[in-house]
């Protein structure tokens, strides 16, 4: 059983940086695509970014290209989400996924319980 559980979460001003991550359970982690969503009150659930297993490529969504980024480490069983100047269009409970086929844009197999990320301006 794969148990994905996310943290690094809270409150910063517009501009400011998080580091969210998320650990994660069960064997083998190398070969899980890890995926980023958020989800804001009212909004349908968005893939923010994901890195594949098979060819190490890596997918962010338009509204945060070049201020996001994702890597994922192996040996620690866990992947992480850089957010750079952040806006308070980020305002989002952000969760990860894994896909155990390892494939990015895919339908998940496993999700975390998500962690509040609020962006005030």
């Known amino acids: 059983q794969v148990q994905l559980v996310e943290s690094g979460g809270g409150l910063v001003q517009a501009g400011g940086s998080l580091r969210l991550s998320c650990a994660a359970s069960?064997?083998?982690?190398?070969?899980?695509?890890m995926g980023w969503f958020r989800q804001a009150p009212g909004k349908e659930r968005e893939e923010v970014s994901c890195?594949?297993?098979?060819?190490?490529?890596?997918f962010y969504g338009d509204s945060v290209k070049g201020r996001f980024i994702i890597s994922k480490d192996n040996a620690k069983n866990t992947v992480y989400l850089q957010m750079n100047s952040l806006k308070p269009e980020d305002t989002a409970v952000y969760y990860c996924?894994?896909?155990?086929?390892?494939?990015?844009?895919?339908?998940?197999?496993?999700w975390g319980q998500g962690t509040q990320v609020t962006v005030s301006s």
């Open positions: 890195i594949s297993s098979r060819d190490r490529s890596i």
């Open positions: 996924a894994a896909d155990v086929f390892g494939r990015c844009l895919s339908t998940y197999h496993h």
């Open positions: 069960g064997r083998p982690f190398s070969l899980y695509a």
